[in-house]
Every structure is written in structure tokens, then in C-alpha cells.
């Protein structure tokens, strides 16, 4: 079975988030997503709307998500990938090169983002409508 491990906060879940894991998973057999705690998101100056339990529940409900597990640590994804029994790691484009430290463990690969689509833009757009 090959296994396929990505990373991300998730929230406001939108095709972007879709068409990656949907291709994340097309890569293997079985795709593990690395959800960044509210914690942790905190660390990379982000404000998750929807809460970890959340986000982890409608992750959860996605046809191409196996399993969900915490992402606390910038470390944590040597350990991940080793205790995990990864063979393939994933992340959008705009982390190219940024993990290539994986290689030495398994297969790295960035996928293309989806254009015109981010968390960030669905806040603005509905903020210009108040
Ligand atoms: N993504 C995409 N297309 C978009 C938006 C996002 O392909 N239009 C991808 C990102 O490249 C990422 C995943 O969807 O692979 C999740 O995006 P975020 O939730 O923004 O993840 P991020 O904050 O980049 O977290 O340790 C890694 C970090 O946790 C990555």
C-alpha cells in the first residue's frame, strides 16, 4: 500500500483544498492529512474561522482523506513520514523546495496550486460585501 502524508490549516475548505488532495491522494493508496492545531497556527500567524476539531471533522468527511492527524511542530514531518510508514509526501507549489529535506525518506512532490482560489481571498471578498 502506498502512502501519502500533506500539511496544512485547511479551513474554509475550497476546490483548491479539494484538487490537492484529491491528486495527493491519486498519488497512492491511502492519504494521511497533517492538520495544523489552532497552536500551532498561532506559530505561522494564522487565524483558523473553524476550530481544529472542525476542520478536522469536515476533513475527515472527504472521500480522498484516510486518516487525520495533529501537525504541532515546523519538525514533526521526518518523524510523520518514518512512524507513518510514508511513501510519498505532498504540498502545493507554493512550498516548493521548502521540504526537500524529506527526500532522504521519501518521495517529495509539489503539486500545482489551484489559481484564483485561498482562504485569504474568500475573507477579503466577503469583507468588501459588508
Ligand atoms: N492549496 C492549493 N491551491 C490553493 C490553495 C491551497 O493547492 N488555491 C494547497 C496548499 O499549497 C497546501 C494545501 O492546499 O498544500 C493547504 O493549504 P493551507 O491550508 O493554506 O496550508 P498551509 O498554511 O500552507 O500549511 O507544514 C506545512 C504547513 O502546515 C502548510
Given at each position: 500500500m502506498k502512502k501519502v502524508i500533506t500539511y496544512g490549516t485547511y479551513d474554509l475548505l475550497h476546490v483548491g483544498h479539494i484538487n490537492l488532495l484529491r491528486r495527493a491522494r491519486e498519488l497512492g493508496d491511502y492519504l494521511i492529512v497533517a492538520l495544523s492545531t489552532d497552536e500551532f497556527n498561532a506559530i505561522k500567524n494564522k487565524k483558523a474561522y473553524y476550530s481544529y476539531e472542525d476542520r478536522k471533522t469536515i476533513l475527515e468527511a472527504i472521500r480522498y482523506v484516510d486518516k487525520v492527524i495533529p501537525e504541532?511542530?515546523?519538525?514533526q514531518k521526518i518523524q510523520d513520514v518514518i512512524e507513518n510508514d510514508i511513501d510519498i509526501f505532498v504540498m502545493g507549489d507554493d512550498w516548493k523546495g521548502k521540504f526537500d529535506f524529506l527526500k532522504d525518506y521519501c518521495e517529495v512532490v509539489y503539486l500545482p496550486r489551484t489559481e484564483g482560489i485561498s482562504t485569504t481571498k474568500i475573507k477579503d471578498d466577503l469583507q468588501k460585501r459588508l
Open positions: 504541532r511542530t515546523w519538525d
